[in-house]
């Protein structure tokens, strides 16, 4: 079987300290475009008000009536 890639950690057990040290502190955000970032949210909040207003009334109707059917099937179980 194929190894699964992914990081090697060192082995000596300082540097593995160091290392576990560096991925527990590292900043989540480090590396993003704060501009594309602020698109995508753009882009998300248009989204969800959009789609409805494009559908029929009817689609709207079968949507709602499908997602109705499925609550109550998962609460049978």
Known sequence: MPERSR????IDINQIAANIVGEVTADPDEGTNPAAVALGRLGSKKGGLARPKKLTQEERREIASHAAQERWRKAKE
């Open 7 to 10: 990081k090697k950690r060192p």
